[in-house]
């Protein structure tokens, strides 16, 4: 300790600081260090927990994608599927349509034959009596020049007998 007082050192006091640095020490580490450290922890535990729910936050937007693309494939399958039945039903409509419609055309063709064949014989029948009852007429007239009136009606009645069957 003479040492330590050749040196200009007091040992009472030399003492006195250590203890009163180890009571500072021991309060500071108490009340400071050790909650200090804790929060430390706390966060570093809330940091790796953060980065476990990225993880599988990320490994479930993974999952999600793929089941979304494989959705996607699968209704992309059913759309097509769809298209190509539709396909084949318009296909059968149209064929429906065009028959119904030739159909349609081939009754309207039938019936216009139909109504021109019956106006051409309307027509005939109203053209024969027409001429037939002009051919008597004139003949009516020459006979009343040339005949006597019981020759003209014997005449006129065979003409007007064999007149139709000879213009049929």
């Not at 190509?84 to 216009?112: F, S």
Request: charged residues 30%; without cysteine; positive net charge.
């Amino acid at each position: 300790m003479e040492l330590l007082a050749k040196l200009g050192v007091d040992w009472k006091l030399l003492l006195a600081q250590v203890v009163n640095f180890s009571i500072i020490l021991g309060v500071l580490s108490f009340f400071i260090y050790r909650p200090l450290l804790n929060l430390l922890d706390e966060r570093r535990a809330r940091i790796a927990k953060a980065m476990e729910d990225a993880k599988r936050i990320e490994n479930q937007r993974t999952e999600m994608e793929a089941f979304r693309l494989q959705q996607m494939k699968k209704i992309d399958q059913e759309v097509g599927a769809f298209l190509q039945r539709a396909k084949g039903e318009a296909e059968v409509i149209k064929k429906q349509i065009l028959d119904a419609a030739k159909k349609e055309a081939e009754h309207a063709l039938a019936k216009g034959r139909q109504q021109l064949a019956d106006e051409r014989a309307t027509v005939f029948h109203e053209v024969q009596g027409t001429l037939t009852s002009v051919i008597v007429r004139m003949t009516e007239k020459i006979l009343e020049r040339e005949f006597s009136d019981q020759d003209q009606k014997r005449l006129v009645t065979a003409l007007q007998k064999e007149l139709p069957s000879h213009l049929s």
